[in-house]
């Protein structure tokens, strides 16, 4: 049986077990969890937070993480600025990247989330106004929500991948891992 780890990745830390790219330390998934034989499936940029998903199966681990399978991920994003009704349907659409089309997202405007505290806090404009967003894609291009977000006129301040297919962080708390059936 496979298993299938389930982890609330904090802000700044590596997707991955060991770091080799600074001469200062930085903080990797081996600060958290120490269990051998799982992989991540998939990766998550060191400034976004939330649902990391490590497995010991292989064919697993290609289902979750590679696009052909299209597997739906949602992001809970906070941008800048308000997000007009014109940049939800070109989200939804699909927007232009130097390296081409999106896939047509699912995009809406959603009160700010009940969720942890950013350690360190995002930088807060009294003179820019802020919102946030939900998006999900069903691709993976390197920084992909940024850079869709940025496309549309509403740079991401904050990002927390919420859901995984049907795997959720629901109440999992940050920096905290459990082990779910597969």
Avoid at 9 to 34: C, H, N
Avoid at 42 to 67: F, H, K, N, V, Y
Avoid at 98 to 124: H, L, Q, S, Y
């Amino acid at each position: 049986m496979a298993r299938l780890i389930l982890f609330n990745k904090p802000f700044g830390v590596l997707s991955q077990f060991t770091d080799r790219g600074t001469q200062t330390a930085r903080q990797t998934l081996s600060d958290f969890i120490e269990l051998p034989g799982v992989y991540p499936a998939g990766r998550l940029d060191r400034d976004s937070e939330g649902l990391m998903l490590l497995t010991d199966d292989g064919r697993l681990q290609a289902r979750i993480a590679d696009p052909r399978f299209k597997m739906a991920k949602t992001y809970l994003v906070q941008v800048e600025g308000e997000v007009t009704d014109e940049a939800l349907e070109q989200l939804r659409k699909g927007v232009r990247l130097k390296d081409g089309m999106t896939r047509p997202a699912e995009a809406e405007r959603i009160a700010g989330p009940d969720i942890w505290p950013r350690d360190p806090p995002v930088r807060f404009r009294k003179s820019v106004p802020d919102c946030w967003i939900s998006l999900t894609i069903r691709e993976g291009r390197n920084r992909q929500v940024r850079r869709m977000t940025a496309a549309v006129g509403n740079p991401t301040l904050r990002l927390v991948r919420w859901r995984i297919g049907d795997w959720s962080l629901d109440a999992l708390p940050q920096g905290q891992w459990r082990e779910e059936t597969v």
